[in-house]
Nanobody, 115 residues
């Protein structure tokens, strides 16, 4: 079955960095785009970034463009989200997502940015 497992979250100070990982299994990973979303307390889940299958450019939300970098390692079935210059408004639970006839989500990883 499709599984997505996020890791790498934690507590970081303003201006710091974190790298999130999303380990995937149960499907042909290299043939699907994978996205990161986040959900802050009291807010709806929102798109963060998406990495395509081929060599096209990734997509980013305006809020994270220039600070976050998404990448994938097809040999390890893993997608990464490198987050730099973190701000308090980046505090959220971060989820990875794949659409294979329906939407699959991981369990999420908490990122807290303290000021």
């Amino acid at each position: 079955q499709v599984q997505l497992v996020e890791s790498g979250g934690g507590l970081v100070q303003v201006g710091g960095s974190l790298r999130l990982s999303c380990a995937a299994s149960g499907f042909a990973f290299y043939t699907y785009p994978i996205a990161w979303y986040r959900q802050a307390p009291g807010k709806e889940r929102e798109f963060v970034a998406r990495v395509p299958v081929f060599e096209n450019e990734p997509d980013y939300s305006d809020d994270v463009k220039g600070r976050f970098t998404i990448s994938r390692d097809n040999d390890k079935n893993t997608v990464y989200l490198q987050m730099n210059s973190l701000q308090p408004e980046d505090t959220a639970v971060y989820y990875c997502r794949v659409w294979i006839r329906t939407t699959y989500w991981g369990q999420g990883t908490q990122v807290t940015v303290s000021s």
